[in-house]
C-alpha cells in the first residue's frame, strides 16, 4: 500500500538565545491510509513537535516530507494551508470547541472557509457528522450542556468536517475518564477501518490496545514497539 505520508531522515533543531536545541535527529517513519498509529513518549521527548511537523504548523531543519509523494518543502505558504484544510483533520486534548456555538455550529465552522462544500448543505453535513460520533441528540446542545467525552466527540465530528484523509490526534483522552477514553480511542479505530490515516499521540496505555502499530519516540528519535 502507497504511504500517504513519508518522513525521512528528518531533523528538528531550535535555535534559543543563541543555543542549539536539537529535539529530532534523523527521524525517519511512514504512515498509510487506513491503520492506527499510535506514539507514545516521556514528557520532552519531542512528541509535539513530531505532530506539528506531520501536521504542516512547523517545519523541519533538514530531511524531506513528502505528503502523497510531494516534498512539503516546496509548497507556498498557501498551498500548506490548504493542505491542512483539505487532507488533515485535528483533535486536540482541551477540545477547543467555541462556548457560544451550538454542537451543529462548532463541526460546521471548518466547512466556512472550505468553497468545495455549498453553504446550503453544511448544516445537513454537521448533523449527519454528529450523528457518526453517536450525537445526534446533542445535535442543538452547546459545549456547557455537555460532558467531557461529548465534547471531545464533537471536536471528532469537527475534525471530519471537510473529509480530510489524515486524523492527527494529540491526547485526544487527556481529560477523559477510563469509560469515555474508551469511546474515543473506538470512535478513532473505526474511522482508521474507513481508510482513514489515524496517528494518535497519547500517555495512555490504553491506546496500546487500538494501534495497529506503536510507536515509541527516545533520545530524539522513533522506534517500532513490537
Excluded at 148 to 158: L, T
Excluded at 177 to 196: H, M
Aim: net charge neutral; charged share 35%; aromatic share 8%.
Amino acid at each position: 500500500m502507497k504511504n500517504i505520508i513519508e518522513l525521512k531522515s528528518i531533523k528538528k533543531e531550535y535555535i534559543m538565545k543563541k543555543r542549539s536545541l536539537l529535539v529530532l535527529d534523523d527521524l525517519s517513519i511512514s504512515f498509510e491510509k487506513g491503520k492506527f498509529y499510535a506514539i507514545m513518549g516521556h514528557s520532552g521527548s519531542g512528541k509535539s513537535t513530531l505532530i506539528n511537523i506531520i501536521g504542516l504548523l512547523d517545519q523541519v531543519t533538514g530531511g524531506e516530507y513528502l505528503l502523497d509523494g510531494i516534498d512539503v518543502s516546496k509548497m507556498s505558504d498557501n498551498e500548506l494551508a490548504r493542505m491542512r484544510r483539505d487532507r488533515i483533520g485535528f483533535i486536540f486534548q482541551d477540545y477547543f470547541l467555541d462556548e457560544y456555538l451550538k454542537a451543529y455550529e462548532n463541526v460546521m465552522y471548518p466547512m466556512l472557509i472550505n468553497e468545495s462544500i455549498k453553504k446550503s448543505e453544511m448544516k445537513e453535513r454537521a448533523e449527519k457528522l454528529l450523528t457518526e460520533v453517536y450525537l445526534e441528540d446533542r445535535v442543538e446542545h452547546f459545549p456547557k450542556e455537555m460532558s467531557g467525552g461529548e465534547k471531545q466527540r464533537v471536536a471528532i465530528a469537527r475534525a471530519l468536517a471537510n473529509d480530510p484523509v489524515i486524523i492527527i490526534a494529540d491526547e485526544p483522552t487527556g481529560n477523559l475518564d477510563k469509560t469515555n477514553e474508551k469511546k474515543v480511542f473506538e470512535l478513532l479505530k473505526e474511522l482508521s477501518k474507513k481508510g482513514k490515516c489515524v496517528i494518535v499521540v497519547s500517555h495512555s496505555d490504553e491506546v496500546k490496545k487500538y494501534a495497529d502499530k506503536l510507536y515509541e519516540l527516545d533520545d530524539r528519535n522513533i522506534v517500532e514497539v513490537k
